[in-house]
């Protein structure tokens, strides 16, 4: 297999690369080379190239792998703050009156309901109200529990802000009541009625 590797880089490299030159040596240097060290020299530049190929892998493994491991504790403190939340810790919502461009078009959405728990984020599917289109929106409570963020996008960095997020805010107090509040952000705009679960 490696030497079928091997065979293979130094082919595109015959192919591919016909003015450039392996090693880094530059045309004159090439030139002065035999057949035989020309083939050599391609061979080791092959075998250069498959290393930083497989370090290129390796390297998106571990970062697969860190991501993975960094969404598993995320999913962990989530649960754990559902199971041991307190009154006041988690809000359900509806989004009515919605309209948002469905990329492409403007479309009323239907109304939608989702429940967060202080510190999550996730996304939810808005289905037109006219047709089979559906476009999602990225939710999200922060840590206080006060702010609640409704972004077009996953906004970068944990609960971080962006262009594309709309954000509403309500004491415990106004949760407790029922809180209702109409935005009008970008390409989105409705209303949203959120209040204490327990």
Known sequence: ???????????????????????????EEWMRLSPDQQFQARSQQAEIDEQKRMEREARAEAERLRQTMEEQAYQDRIDHNYRH?????????????????????????????????????????????????????????????????LCRKEPTGHMGNNKSCTEIVGTTRQYHRGLRQAFNHNDMRGSLYCTLTR
């Open 1 to 27: 297999m490696r030497r079928f590797l091997i065979a293979s880089s130094f082919l595109l490299l015959l192919t591919g690369c016909l003015n450039s030159y392996p090693l880094g040596m530059s045309e």
């Open 85 to 149: 939340a307190r009154y006041g810790d988690v809000i359900q919502c509806v989004l009515e009156k919605s309209v948002i461009d469905f990329k492409p078009g403007w479309r009323d959405g239907e109304p939608v309901g989702f429940t967060l728990v202080r510190g999550e984020g996730k996304l939810i599917d808005i289905h037109s109200a006219r047709d089979q289109k559906t476009t999602s929106l990225w939710v999200g409570l922060d840590d206080n529990g006060m702010t609640l963020r």
